[in-house]
């Protein structure tokens, strides 16, 4: 397995990894047969980094940061390989002691804050529950840690908002508050899975300069889960493209912009609206993602890869590439760098 | 709050005179002649007629109507002229049959109506909806499979089976349960709270078979559902208990159709079970009631009617009030 380190320069000096993800894989077994949603993805990850984590809808993002919050225990789904994460398997740590560590080290915001926000209890409620549940405090503590929590996520009025419902809240105010929620026992790792998509675009910059602020401030990792390759280049230290439940390009975030390694990179850059596009047109890649079910033996893209006869052979239908790093940057792609190169500037 | 119950109450005033109206025209309409059924055996053309005027049945339709309900606001005095007695507000007219004021059978058939319904909803709704949330929580299970497969036989069983084979085994054979008593009509009679119990064990089983099948599935169904929402991944990834996941954040959530289904029920058992009162010899509403029309005893039916409409109506404002004390977004207007 090439050791891959998206996030630490070769410079820098090695140190042992904040989180550490080897070779994790999800299937769930569902009447059509074994779906295999993540396979075999490692990434790591140190204090006060941010990594993106990019593809397409299906394509495991969301269940691998469900995997490493330990949300699939008790399901159905068969999680295996490794998540050191300070040093703890988040892979084989038991519910119990998984549950120590969800919302007291490892924070978790998601995509729609409306449905994730329990409609019956107010925003205070569910905030102040999240700082009780890991700290021994009263009420009237967690009520005064969730007041100024929900000031710092730039609430007006937190007093008040305390005790509106969640319905009460527009929508940018609700995915505040569960930023607050996520960050009121101040974690070191934040999970974010797509948390701006169901937001206004101008919303949107705003919660993203409130993560990065907040992050800043505490010093925490983000794992930042999304499909926008904008949110990536603006926030992102590290970027990890998955497709089909694999990791296919992984680097620093300059790296995968302007030194794209892998053709379905490639394919979502050039799928992105641009202000000066000539045709007005966007440019899909074409063809649908693999099933889950029955994965190709080849590479997992070749189906839909333009390059695919550049290779030579067959050799992407018939064989699975491996990961390749080279200073840090990491793809799985049969070809070669200087064929990779003309493509990207031929385009 | 207030302005919601005063416009329900004023509509329920509406809906009860619709219901009284319609069960006096369709007793009018009907075959049932009180007045022969209340002279007696030796009954000659006069004395039939002489109890027609006795039961008022001489005047015309709507004077008959208006005469009743006048007796809902006050006291008025029913009989034959000359022999005329008084009765008393809230007066429900007097029972063709025994002359005894209506709103008495009421009075003595109640608490046995409600001896029976409270016992059984609350064993049902334990039983309902405990056995649905862990079907729900085991999904997928031989637990699972078994409550539902239970809760599929329990609908399909008909009252006068359950009830029959319960008397036979737990009264017949195992003498382990006494007969039905009409002696026993409340928890607070000299024979104690637990004589209470064992009288109307069976008939509550009865019911609770019948009932919690559906109370079963209901809860299952919404339970998966609600287990299902993001709020529930939330609370999960807060780092809080399972508990206080499935019932502080589940439960509280998936339990609304649950409350619904109780409410209606609740108010239509209030009616009379007419069938578990019969087979377990309970002289409740139903019974009463099944009695009364088949006598032609009409201020019995019509009582017995309009108090089973008044509860099934009220239950509707209770659950609308129920679901505004559960879910903050609803709200009463």
Redesign the interface.
């Known amino acids: 397995m090439t050791q891959l380190q998206p996030s630490t320069p070769a410079t820098e000096q090695e140190a042992i990894p904040f989180l550490d993800v080897r070779n994790l894989s999800v299937k769930f077994p569902t009447d059509d047969g074994l779906v295999s949603a993540v396979n075999g993805m490692d990434f790591s990850l140190q204090r006060g980094q941010t990594l993106g984590i990019v593809g397409e809808s299906g394509s495991g993002k969301s269940v691998t940061s469900q995997a490493l919050m330990g949300l699939l225990k008790g399901t159905s789904a068969q999680v295996s390989g490794q998540a050191l994460f300070q040093g703890r398997d988040l892979v084989t740590l038991p519910e119990s002691g998984m549950r120590r560590l969800r919302g007291r080290n490892i924070g978790m915001i998601f995509q729609d804050p409306l449905s994730a926000l329990h409609p019956f209890y107010t925003v205070g409620h569910q905030i102040a529950e999240a700082y009780l549940v890991h700290n021994s405090a009263t009420r009237k503590q967690a009520r005064a840690a969730a007041v100024e929590m929900l000031g710092r996520v730039g609430i007006p009025s937190p007093e008040q908002r305390f005790d509106e419902y969640p319905h009460h809240f527009s929508g940018g105010m609700r995915q505040r508050a569960m930023i607050a929620m996520a960050l009121i026992c101040e974690p070191e790792l934040l999970i974010a899975d797509e948390p701006t998509t169901a937001l206004d675009v101008t919303v949107q910059a705003q919660i993203l300069d409130l993560m990065a602020e907040l992050q800043a401030e505490t010093n925490s990792a983000l794992i930042l889960i999304t499909h926008d390759l904008g949110v990536v280049a603006e926030v992102c230290d590290s970027v990890l493209v998955m497709y089909g439940g694999q990791c296919v390009e992984s680097g620093a975030v300059d790296e995968i912009f302007y030194d794209t390694r892998h053709p379905y990179t490639l394919g979502l850059l050039k799928s992105m609206p641009t202000l000066n596009s000539s045709s007005g047109r966007l440019s899909p890649i074409p063809g649908q993602p693999p099933s889950l079910l029955d994965l190709p033996a080849g590479c997992i893209f070749s189906s839909r890869c333009e390059y695919a006869a550049l290779a030579g052979d067959g050799v992407c239908r018939e064989q699975r590439p491996a990961l390749q790093a080279e200073n840090g940057h990491g793809t799985r792609c049969h070809l070669s760098g200087p064929q990779i190169t003309t493509i990207r500037n031929s385009r | 709050m207030i302005r919601f119950i005063l416009r329900r109450s004023g509509s329920l005033i509406l809906l009860l005179i619709a219901v009284s109206f319609i069960t006096f025209t369709l007793f009018q309409l009907g075959p049932a002649d009180p007045a022969s059924a209340a002279c007696g055996q030796e009954c000659t053309p006069e004395r039939v007629a002489e109890a027609r005027v006795a039961l008022g049945m001489d005047q015309p339709f709507l004077v008959q109507y208006a005469d009743y309900m006048r007796g809902l606001v006050a006291p008025r005095m029913i009989g034959a002229p000359g022999a005329e007695s008084v009765c008393q507000w809230p007066c429900l007219g007097k029972s063709f049959q025994t002359n005894e004021d209506v709103s008495d059978i009421i009075g003595r058939s109640l608490p046995y109506t409600l001896s029976m319904a409270i016992g059984a909803l609350v064993l049902w709704t334990v039983s309902g909806v405990g056995l649905g949330l862990l079907a729900a929580l085991r999904k997928g299970s031989a637990t699972d499979k078994f409550i539902v497969g239970a809760a599929s036989v329990g609908v399909s069983l008909p009252i006068p089976v359950t009830g029959l084979f319960l008397l036979l085994v737990f009264v017949n054979q195992l003498h382990l349960l006494p007969f039905t008593t009409n002696e026993i009509a409340s928890p607070l009679g000299p024979q104690g709270p637990w004589a209470w119990v064992l009288n109307y064990l069976l008939p509550w089983i009865a019911l609770a078979v019948l009932f919690s099948a559906s109370y079963i599935r209901v809860t299952r169904t919404n339970m998966i559902e609600t287990f299902g929402?993001?709020?529930i991944?939330?609370?999960?990834?807060?780092?809080?208990?399972p508990r206080?996941v499935t019932f502080k954040?589940g439960v509280?959530?998936g339990i609304t159709p649950v409350v619904t289904m109780l409410g209606m029920d609740i108010g239509l058992l209030l009616g009379g079970a007419v069938l578990t009162e019969q087979i377990f010899s309970v002289p409740g509403l139903g019974f009463t009631a099944v009695r009364a029309a088949i006598s032609g005893d009409l201020p019995v039916t019509m009582a017995i009617t309009m108090l089973a409409a008044f509860f099934v109506i009220v239950a509707n404002v209770v659950v609308d009030l129920a679901y505004a004390a559960?879910?903050?977004?609803v709200r009463l207007q």
Do not use: M, S, V
Request: glycine share 4%; aromatic share 4%; no cysteine.
């Open positions: 929402e993001d709020f991944r939330t609370a999960r990834a807060k780092g809080l208990a206080t954040h509280r959530a559960i879910d903050p977004r």
